[in-house]
């Protein structure tokens, strides 16, 4: 069946720091990646999307490209800021239904 | 403003009753989800729902019912026969799917239930 294994955490990073958060699939076909993005005690917000490969999703700085022949979707932004500490997400749709399948997450924490 | 709102955002239950949680969704979409989020876990599918009337068992459905009356509506029943039921609860929707093109999921803020 399809997986997820993005990096465990917790990362912690000081501000304007380089941020990678690796993230790599198993998947039959074709399927779409994201990013999500959980704050505390919220719920999860799309960060960012591929739908095939070769394709850059962006967003807030953020940024990932689909790499279907390396099966991998990495999370990277140029300066991190504080505001950015979260639980980041990657998952993927694919198949003949509509489930989501998640990684486990991974907490980013920004110190000043 | 278009959304997903779920209440309560906290819920307590003693154990041996069943608990409804619900989700509206003002988006008109046509497919509903509800996941299971654990500490330290990424989300785990409960049900799903691609038109009204109809639902599909996700990964971890036992203990669980829902229902889908109204394309708007989702509410899920965390029941007695839930052997773990403290967590997270998240409710999602998306447009109907096109072939060929999975549609992004828009989440809900959550509920905390906790079993006392």
């Known amino acids: 069946g399809d997986s997820v294994t993005q990096m465990e955490g917790p990362v912690t990073l000081s501000e304007e720091a380089f941020l990678t958060i690796n993230c790599t699939y198993t998947a039959t076909g074709y399927p779409s990646l994201f990013w999500y993005v959980q704050y505390p005690g919220e719920g999860l917000q799309l960060l960012l999307k591929a739908t095939k490969a070769d394709d850059k999703g962006s967003n807030k700085g953020f940024e990932a490209t689909y790499r279907k022949e390396t099966t991998s979707f990495h999370l990277e932004k140029g300066s991190v800021q504080v505001s950015d500490s979260a639980v980041y997400f990657c998952a993927l749709a694919g198949g003949s239904n509509y489930k989501l399948t998640f990684g486990k997450g991974t907490l980013l924490t920004v110190n000043p | 403003d278009g959304g997903i709102t779920q209440s309560p955002k906290y819920l307590f239950r003693k154990e041996g009753q069943n608990v409804t949680l619900s989700c509206e969704q003002n988006l008109n979409h046509d497919a509903m989800y509800w996941y299971r989020q654990d500490p330290g876990q990424g989300l785990r599918l409960i049900y799903y729902?691609?038109?009204?009337?109809?639902?599909q068992k996700g990964d971890i459905a036992e203990g669980y019912s829902v229902s889908r009356e109204k394309k708007e509506s989702f509410p899920l029943t965390v029941t007695s026969a839930q052997k773990n039921p403290t967590a997270f609860y998240l409710c999602?929707?998306?447009?109907?799917?096109?072939?060929?093109?999975?549609?992004?999921?828009?989440f809900g803020p959550g509920t905390r239930l906790t079993v006392l």
């Open positions: 729902s691609q038109i009204v009337n109809d639902f």
């Open positions: 999602a929707s998306s447009k109907k799917r096109l072939a060929g093109s999975p549609d992004t999921q828009y």
